[in-house]
């Protein structure tokens, strides 16, 4: 298993930003499939988006769609989430997952269950 470690949650007003890190404590963070997950109270985990390994193919839920963007820095060991124009239904506790996934990102995204390494999140919050 891959240990990943979230940072950069926290409070910020509708429409505010954050950026979202996942650090990795291997050196070939490269070689996993990565994914972006959440989870608010009394809702069932949701996939937020979901990048490849191999060509940088990426996913983003319908929900996020324009206003969140994953990137990776393979030389830093971390993937990033940054979201933009947050709204209060993104409020939740946010996940990150590896997996080396062949295949659909979309797919691993809605198969979350099926990757064993996982962070141990970050809440964001977003109110007035």
């Known amino acids: 298993q891959l240990g990943l470690v979230e940072s950069g949650g926290g409070l910020v007003q509708p429409g505010g930003s954050l950026r979202l890190s996942c650090a990795a404590s291997?050196?070939?963070?490269?070689?996993?499939?990565i994914g972006w997950f959440r989870q608010a109270p009394g809702k069932e985990r949701e996939g937020v988006s979901c990048?490849?390994?191999?060509?940088?193919?990426?996913y983003y839920a319908d929900s996020v769609k324009g206003r969140f963007t994953t990137s990776r820095d393979n030389a830093k060991n971390t993937v990033y989430l940054q979201m933009n124009s947050l709204k209060p239904e993104d409020t939740a506790v946010y996940y990150c997952?590896?997996?080396?996934?062949?295949?659909?990102?979309?797919?691993?995204?809605?198969?979350?269950?099926?990757?064993?390494?996982w962070g141990q999140g970050t809440q964001v919050t977003v109110t007035s």
């Open positions: 990048v490849s390994s191999s060509d940088g193919t990426t």
């Open positions: 291997a050196s070939t963070l490269d070689s996993y499939a």
């Open positions: 997952a590896a997996g080396r996934w062949v295949g659909s990102v979309q797919n691993m995204c809605a198969m979350s269950f099926t990757l064993r390494s």
